[in-house]
């Protein structure tokens, strides 16, 4: 009976290191993916940040060119009434 005792105790003692090894790789390969989702997340923050801040540039360029076309638009129509008093 003993030694099954003692068998059964070094199957036992095997299980858990192997549990434990596995543990410990779980626990590594979690840090791992941790770190790089938070990785991931800082960089979509900083390409929506950059995202937000292209759009606004675009608008403000969008009408800025609408405010000359329109003034080049009241220019010509200015000269046209010029040509036509002439």
């Not at 990785?39 to 390409?47: A, D, G, I, M, T």
Request: contains cysteine; negative net charge.
């Amino acid at each position: 009976m003993k030694i099954n005792a003692e068998k059964i105790d070094r199957n036992l003692i095997n299980q858990i290191n192997c549990q434990t090894f596995e543990l410990e790789q779980n626990e590594k390969n979690f840090s791992i993916l941790n770190q790089n989702f938070r990785k991931l997340n800082l960089e979509y923050s900083q390409l929506f940040d950059e995202k937000l801040r292209l759009e606004a540039e675009l608008k403000h360029a969008n009408e800025m060119y609408t405010k000359q076309i329109n003034e080049i638009g009241s220019d010509m129509i200015s000269l046209q009434d010029i040509i036509n008093e002439k």
